[in-house]
Nanobody
Framework: QVQLVESGGGLVQPGGSLRLSCAASGSIFSIYAMGWYRQAPGKQRELVAVITSGGSTNYADSVKGRFTISRDNAKNTVYLQMNSLKPEDTAVYYC???????????????WGQGTQVTVSS
């Protein structure tokens, strides 16, 4: 079993910053890409940012220049630094990881439980 646990969400004023963290644990042999998605009320879940095991990154156009994704492979943790937050960034943010499990050698996508980010004055 693999678990992803997010932290760092909350309420912030427009223009403010938040840092999300997501730690993976369990029977992990290797983690490939890790990413952050978000889902606002009434909307589909969308990709925010993704980072490969080698450190290559990709961002949604709406967050380029404001958000930065990074990872610590030794800690199996991915981060999302969010600056210059806007009300339209309000959503539940989900962590995702492409994991090869130790023992079963199953490779699949795993999701965190989500963390709420609210940008409001």
């Amino acid at each position: 079993q693999v678990q992803l646990v997010e932290s760092g969400g909350g309420l912030v004023q427009p223009g403010g910053s938040l840092r999300l963290s997501c730690a993976a644990s369990g029977s992990i042999f290797s983690i490939y890409a890790m990413g952050w998605y978000r889902q606002a009320p009434g909307k589909q879940r969308e990709l925010v940012a993704v980072i490969t095991s080698g450190g290559s990154t990709n961002y949604a156009d709406s967050v380029k220049g404001r958000f930065t994704i990074s990872r610590d492979n030794a800690k199996n943790t991915v981060y999302l630094q969010m600056n210059s937050l806007k009300p339209e960034d309000t959503a539940v943010y989900y962590c995702n990881a492409d994991v090869l499990s130790r023992g079963t050698w199953y490779r699949g996508d795993y999701w965190g439980q989500g963390t709420q980010v609210t940008v409001s004055s």
